[in-house]
């Protein structure tokens, strides 16, 4: 069974930094493309960012791009979400999120851990 | 920038009737669609891919069409866990739609 659960979700102060890991189990981590996809409370689904397989080829939302980074570790069969100069508009949960077998469509998703961003 | 509307916003049906979805792509993304249902409280769970394939696990009264613009998810006959919010995304630029809340008439 694929699991991913995703944490290091918290308050933190506008302005702040704060990085977001995805534990992956019950795959082959290192042959799926990997995601993090947000959603604001009460809102719909926002995709932030996806990586390759090899973190070969990496992109970002325009939103996000220039402050957040993402990576994996496939040894350590982990995703990672850096976030820096965090906005009150960054405030959502976000979903650690594997790419499908055919596409680049979202096979499977974590159940998310929630970022507030907040004075 | 490819945009998908989702339509109508809320759709309202009665237990075991049929829910028809609507998605449209501001331009082609040919058959680089997929449908997610969510629950209140839960993650997304895929349903569909390539338009029309359903994901493992996914009941048969789930079906998708289309391809080019225009898009439809069919709900054949709801049951009472099927009253949820459904996205589609265009996964070819990550590209989700508003969602459409099926609720219970």
């Known amino acids: 069974e694929v699991q991913l659960a995703e944490s290091g979700g918290r308050l933190v102060q506008p302005g702040g930094s704060l990085r977001l890991s995805c534990a992956a189990s019950?795959?082959?981590?290192?042959?799926?493309?990997m995601n993090w996809v947000r959603q604001a409370p009460g809102k719909g689904l926002e995709w932030v960012s996806y990586i390759s397989s090899s973190s070969s080829t990496i992109y970002y939302a325009d939103s996000v791009k220039g402050r957040f980074t993402i990576s994996r570790d496939n040894a350590k069969n982990s995703l990672y979400l850096q976030m820096n100069s965090l906005r009150v508009e960054d405030t959502a949960v976000y979903y650690c999120?594997?790419?499908?077998?055919?596409?680049?469509?979202?096979?499977?998703w974590g159940q998310g851990t929630l970022v507030t961003v907040s004075s | 920038e490819i945009v998908m509307t989702q339509s109508p916003a809320t759709l309202s049906v009665s237990p075991g009737e049929r829910a028809t979805l609507s998605c449209r792509a501001s331009?082609?993304?040919?058959?680089?669609l997929a449908w997610y249902q969510q629950k209140p409280g839960q993650a997304p769970r895929l349903l569909i891919y390539?338009?029309?394939t359903r994901a493992p696990g996914i009941p048969a009264r789930f079906s998708g069409s289309g391809s080019g613009t225009e898009f439809t998810l069919a709900i054949s006959s709801l049951q009472s866990e099927d009253f949820a919010v459904y996205y589609c995304?265009?996964?070819?630029?990550?590209?989700f739609g508003q969602g459409t809340k099926v609720e219970i008439k």
């Open positions: 999120a594997r790419g499908g077998y055919y596409g680049d469509y979202i096979a499977y």
């Open positions: 019950g795959l082959t981590f290192s042959s799926y493309s």
């Open positions: 390539g338009a029309s």
């Open positions: 995304q265009h996964y070819n630029s990550w590209t």
């Open positions: 331009q082609s993304v040919s058959s680089s």
